[in-house]
C-alpha cells in the first residue's frame, strides 16, 4: 500500500472505531443502514430508473438513459481508481471493527456506493428537481452507511462524493 495511505489510514482509523462501535452497540441504528446499504448496491437506482421510464415517458426515457450512462462511466473510473489505489477497508485493516455487512471486495477507495449514488442522484436532479426531497437524504444516508457499517474511510466518501458530482454535471453539460 502507498505509504500516504497508510499515513491517512492510521489518520482515519479511531473516526472509523467510533462509528462502528457506535452503531454495533445499538442494532437499531445498524439495521437500517444495512438496509440503506443494500439499497444503494443498485437496487434502489435501477428502481428509481425503471420508474421513470414507465412514469415519465420520453422524458423519462432520456432521464434513464442518462443515468445508465453515467453509472457506466463511473463504473468504469471507481474499477480503475480501486484497482490503481487498492486501500484495504477498515475492516480488513484494523483489529476490532468487524463489516457490518459482508464487503463486495478487499478494497475501499473510493466508495462505489457513494460516487454512485452522488452521481446518479445530480443526473435525477437536472430532470427531476422535485425528487430531492427524496434522493439528497437518500444518498447522504447511503454514504454514511459505508463508514458506520466498517466498510470505508471518511475519505473514501469524501472523495468519492466529489468525484460522483463532478461525473454527474459533466455528464450533464455533455448530454
Given amino acids: 500500500m502507498r505509504l500516504w495511505l497508510q499515513?491517512?489510514?492510521?489518520?482515519?482509523i479511531p473516526l472509523c472505531r467510533a462509528a462502528w462501535s457506535r452503531s454495533m452497540q445499538?442494532?437499531?441504528?445498524?439495521?437500517?443502514?444495512?438496509?440503506?446499504?443494500?439499497?444503494?448496491d443498485g437496487v434502489f437506482w435501477y428502481s428509481?430508473?425503471?420508474?421513470?421510464?414507465?412514469?415519465?415517458?420520453?422524458d423519462g426515457l432520456t432521464a434513464g438513459l442518462h443515468m445508465l450512462a453515467t453509472g457506466l462511466v463511473a463504473l468504469l473510473l471507481y474499477k480503475s481508481l480501486k484497482g490503481s489505489t487498492r486501500r484495504e477497508?477498515?475492516?480488513?485493516?484494523?483489529?476490532?471493527?468487524?463489516?457490518?455487512?459482508?464487503?463486495?471486495?478487499?478494497?475501499?477507495?473510493?466508495?462505489?456506493?457513494?460516487?454512485?449514488?452522488?452521481?446518479?442522484t445530480t443526473v435525477a436532479l437536472h430532470y427531476y428537481p422535485d425528487l430531492a426531497l427524496l434522493l439528497v437524504p437518500f444518498t447522504l444516508l447511503?454514504?454514511?452507511?459505508?463508514?458506520?457499517?466498517?466498510?470505508?474511510?471518511?475519505?473514501?466518501?469524501?472523495?468519492?462524493?466529489?468525484?460522483?458530482?463532478?461525473?454527474?454535471?459533466?455528464?450533464?453539460?455533455?448530454?
Fill in 142 to 175: 447511503v454514504a454514511s452507511s459505508r463508514i458506520v457499517l466498517g466498510l470505508h474511510y471518511p475519505s473514501d466518501v469524501l472523495v468519492a462524493t466529489i468525484v460522483g458530482f463532478t461525473l454527474g454535471y459533466a455528464s450533464i453539460t455533455l448530454f
Fill in 48 to 58: 428509481l430508473i425503471a420508474i421513470l421510464v414507465v412514469v415519465g415517458g420520453r
Fill in 26 to 40: 445499538r442494532r437499531w441504528v445498524h439495521r437500517p443502514f444495512a438496509i440503506i446499504s443494500r439499497l444503494g
Fill in 89 to 120: 477497508r477498515p475492516c480488513h485493516y484494523a483489529t476490532g471493527i468487524v463489516p457490518g455487512v459482508p464487503p463486495l471486495d478487499r478494497y475501499s477507495f473510493p466508495s462505489g456506493h457513494t460516487l454512485h449514488a452522488v452521481a446518479f
Fill in 7 to 12: 499515513q491517512l489510514n492510521e489518520i482515519e
